[in-house]
């Protein structure tokens, strides 16, 4: 006996087989029930959800001489025989991207006056519907309008929105969901068993996400790693090699070289992956889709249970979003986005990967916003680490092209517009601007250690960058100020929470010794108009620390 695929082997023979659309699997079972059967169907879904498998079910179903109490077909009939073979008379199915003209439509209008041959019901089963001429659906409608009573006409399509609404009108509608990768997985798990076929978790995992919601996409690509490693226990890394797909840490190599802007060394790693045969329209899904996972771990730790990813991998991503900022992050998936669908259709697919690598490491090829606030971040790191400055040449030209802009060339600080000490020592107490001077150097001490930084949450303490730190109303506590955009809007909303209010103020207290209370707010502007507005940030006092804290001016 000649082979036969997966997804052709295992093609579901009662409803109870048919994965992810319970909820059409159900109401087409109620109709068999009660005797409440339509005379037209469209079943509308992306490719691999189960439409023409559903249809060719309840074609069954109908006919069958045996139907079980649920509606589900015996499969022992001659009648459902028949129908399984593809031999019957009555079942008709007709793919519409190959028939799709007028004439076709013709013989079925002429056909459906004969009754059925040895069945209940003559079924018509019309594939890509959508691709019927505008002729043929014309031919079709007066047919699905009126037709015998023993007709059924069931139409598949994976776009809806081509079918007139003459015709979708006439028609019950059931929309096929994409099939989750819980169900999918569970599914080739069974069907493994069945075979006798061993295979790591994690390889069917990656499997069922690469499937993209569909089961027979799923089965192939299963059929094609078990055909390379026939007899072989199928692992994880088999079935990267096989699709062409990339493992987490090579991701994690190359977002390190993206982060740094290394250029040379980013382009290294995807020429690597062009000489081991990566399929590169693969690549770029996926790092997407890595880049995704990286964004909604930094917008929540609690996040983390809904990411199908190991606890190894999860760890080392955790690591890789604490060194993005979140607005780097959405540049890099606006950039690939944006380049996914280019490299699909493009001669020169590598030329196109590579320019998109380059744009991540390079921000100043670009001059859009999320372009332009990458660059500012990649200069505070240079100033940081003290690789960067400008000489007083530079600093005059700068000041010239800002329109005159006060810069004091023989100083490296812009000049006070207001003196905050000043301010500070007139309203506070000796007591309270002590106790302010211990505050804020434990406040630069956490953001300066990694360690204390990491228990507060790294990026919740970048976000700590988006806020003016004032004195509270009662000169005893502190406010953190957030200005009225999107993302200190995001910042605000962080600190807005009990829990992580809570943290900070527990760190500070246990490096200090004091309790310190803190509250937030919003404001149109930061600008320092007030003593409630000094930002304690700027402040210079922090001199003599009875604790250990390295503090820079």
């Excluded at 809904?306 to 060194?323: E, H, W």
Aim: charged content about 25%; proline content about 2%.
């Amino acid at each position: 006996m000649s082979y036969m695929a997966l997804y052709r082997k295992w093609r579901p023979d009662e409803f109870e087989e048919v994965k992810g659309q319970e909820h059409v699997v159900t109401t087409l079972k109620n109709q068999i029930i009660h005797d409440r059967i339509g005379h037209a169907y469209l079943f509308c879904g992306t490719r691999g959800t189960g439409k023409t498998t559903v249809a060719k079910l309840f074609a069954k179903a109908v006919n069958c001489e045996h139907p079980l109490e649920d509606g589900s077909p015996c499969n022992e009939c001659a009648t459902c025989q028949s129908i399984g073979s593809g031999s019957s008379l009555d079942v008709v199915e007709m793919d519409a991207a190959s028939n799709n003209g007028v004439d076709n439509i013709r013989d079925i209008r002429e056909n459906v006056q004969y009754s059925p041959t040895a069945g209940k019901f003559k079924v018509y089963i019309i594939d890509e519907a959508h691709m019927l001429s505008g002729g043929a659906f014309n031919a079709l409608l007066k047919t699905l309008e009126e037709p015998p009573s023993y007709v059924i006409f069931i139409l598949a399509t994976t776009e809806s929105h081509k079918i007139p609404i003459t015709i979708r009108s006439r028609c019950q509608k059931y929309d096929f969901r994409r099939i989750g990768l819980e169900v999918i997985y569970s599914r080739l798990m069974e069907l493994l068993q069945r075979e006798g076929i061993e295979a790591e978790e994690k390889a069917i995992r990656y499997v069922a996400k690469v499937a993209d919601g569909s089961m027979r996409d799923a089965l192939s690509l299963l059929d094609q790693c078990i055909s390379y490693y026939l007899g072989q226990t199928l692992t994880y890394e088999k079935v990267l090699e096989v699709l062409g797909a990339v493992d987490v840490e090579i991701f994690n190599e190359l977002m390190r070289y993206v982060t740094t802007n290394d250029t040379m060394q980013a382009l290294r790693i995807v020429d690597e992956i062009i000489w081991q045969g990566r399929e590169l329209s693969q690549f770029v899904a996926d790092f997407t889709w890595y880049m995704r996972n990286l964004l909604l771990i930094q917008s929540s730790d609690a996040v983390s249970d809904q990411l199908d990813i190991s606890a190894d991998n999860l760890d080392s991503m955790k690591q890789i979003a604490d060194m993005l900022e979140m607005s780097a992050l959405v540049r890099y998936i606006r950039v690939f986005s944006e380049m996914s669908n280019q490299i699909r259709y493009s001669t020169q697919k590598r030329v196109t990967l590579e320019l998109a690598i380059i744009k991540l490491t390079t921000p100043q090829m670009e001059i859009d916003t999320d372009s332009i606030l990458e660059r500012l971040r990649v200069l505070e790191n240079k100033v940081e680490e003290g690789s960067f400055s400008l000489s007083e040449e530079q600093l005059a030209a700068l000041s010239a092209r800002q329109g005159g802009m006060n810069l004091d060339v023989g100083s490296s600080e812009q000049k006070e517009t207001i003196d905050r000490e000043a301010i500070l020592k007139r309203e506070l107490t000796p007591a309270e601007y002590e106790d302010m001077e211990v505050i804020i150097a434990s406040i630069r001490q956490i953001k300066k250690d990694s360690e204390l930084r990491g228990r507060i949450g790294k990026m919740t303490m970048s976000m700590l960058d988006r806020a003016s730190i004032n004195v509270g109303y009662d000169k005893k506590s502190i406010m953190l100020s957030f200005a009225n955009d999107l993302e200190s809007s995001m910042a605000y909303d962080r600190f807005q929470q009990e829990e992580t209010r809570t943290a900070l103020q527990s760190l500070i207290g246990e490096l200090t010794g004091k309790q310190v209370d803190i509250t937030c707010q919003m404001k149109d502007s930061l600008e320092e108009k007030d003593f409630t507005s000094v930002n304690l940030n700027h402040m210079k006092f922090l001199k003599n620390m009875d604790f250990d804290v390295k503090i820079e001016d």
